[in-house]
């Protein structure tokens, strides 16, 4: 009797497990497919897929980049880029010849015509031995134009600079739906392979990265911890490093599953711009997205497996730019992901700031003012911390508030440098660029260099008369604070042929040099 009490519960249980999975299955479902259908709806009314789209490089992938040598590289990327002259730009249709469309060859915009083309990959050479090497990594849809006044400094200091163009980039925007993360990490192995080449293995090697570039730095150096066919690098530098992205990317391969069918292609991109830019893709297609999630996740989990294992001690010190105000990457996950878990070893956090000064500061977020301490844990840290801020709530005029690794006490130096007072904050690729950039910057000393200079636009009107959306625009391009970042980077590059060069590292050791 008992045991058919016992039976019948069990059954009803069953039988209620079995109605609730039904249910959430259904639910799951319903969400879905309105997803999906929604998804649907907002591509049928966006703007149409381009050749430049749909077109893709044959590009190598990881296993063969592994197997070639930096001419065999440099062979196939000549190549690629004579297909796309063939394929996209000689068969470009009449309506798409326009003056600012970056594939036709009589636009003003069009890459090819500027000596060198900042689209493909180039080594620089020192004047007389090298003293050092250093390979440096552009970020996701840019190109190698944007960590050139970086590898012009390296050079300048005796270094070999070699920096590679990431398979999928400086070509069509649709290259970046045939590449994984995997292809671009073996491109900066061969970048190292290369740097070793030219420079020896006796000299020390740096490695650089911008924003999807400082991920592939940042694991390239973890990598090395492991591997002792890795040369190991002296220092790191990373520039809005993608540490950690935005949720979105995660679920981004959700949102392009209704480009299986070829009437929804244009659910393969988050978004399709213009391509006014010679040197940045301005759409964005969902597996790029997809794929910067996947390399921060895997650098994410490679930290804290170093750290565990406390390999992460013999990690060479690393020195970050990061916008407080950033929309790219994660501002939080640098801190979080990355200085958290750093040992004692010279590494230092370089934040900048909102313009606390800034006209109608008043429209500002409240958040805003106190993002920097809401960001930072307390002193004493790991890592030094230095904040480029405004001297005061008034002026313009800033300085650097600098606390050491282990120390409390905040040291605050004056930088000579101001905010524009149009300026209320930096933004994601506003850092590795000057304000004199003939395309990025604010005041370009040769204007529209490369067709456009798209620091200088200012625009006043109706929004919706234009093509492209006002984030676009309206974004801060360059770095007012350029000179103080190279500077900072030049007495890295000096410390790393001292005996010491974590004292040297140290910022008594700066304030000492200036005297």
Known sequence: MAMMRFTRRLNKACLTLASLVKKIAVGLLIVISVFLAGRIYEIQRGPALHSWHTWSADEMSAAEIDRTTFAGYLAREGAIFQQMKTQLTDALPDDEKTPLNRFYAQSEVYPEKFQPNWNRSFVLLPEGKPRGTAVLL???????????YLAKAYQRQGFVAVVPRLPGHGTAPGSLTAVDWQAWMATTRLAVREATRLG???VPLYVIGYSNGGALALKYALDALDDNALPEPQQIVLLSPMIGVT???RFAGLTGLPAVFPAFARAAWLNVVPEFNPYKYNSFPVKAARQSWLLTQALQEQIVQASRSRRLAALPPVLTFQSVMDSTVSTRAVVDSLYRYLPQNGSELVIFDINQAANLRALFRPALYSAVSALLPPAPRQYSTTVITNASPTTYETVARTTPAGEKEERVTPLN???PQDMYSLSHVAVPFPLNDSLY???PTEKNRYGISIGTISLRGETSSLSVGLDTLM???????FPFMMARIDQRIGCGFQPDMRACLQPEARVEASK
């Open 247 to 249: 949720a979105f990317a």
């Open 475 to 481: 974004r801060v391009t360059s770095n007012p604070f």
């Open 138 to 148: 552009h970020g996701l849809t840019d190109s190698p134009y944007s960590v050139r």
């Open 441 to 443: 910057g604010r005041e």
């Open 200 to 202: 020896g293995p006796q």
């Open 417 to 419: 440098l101001a905010w």
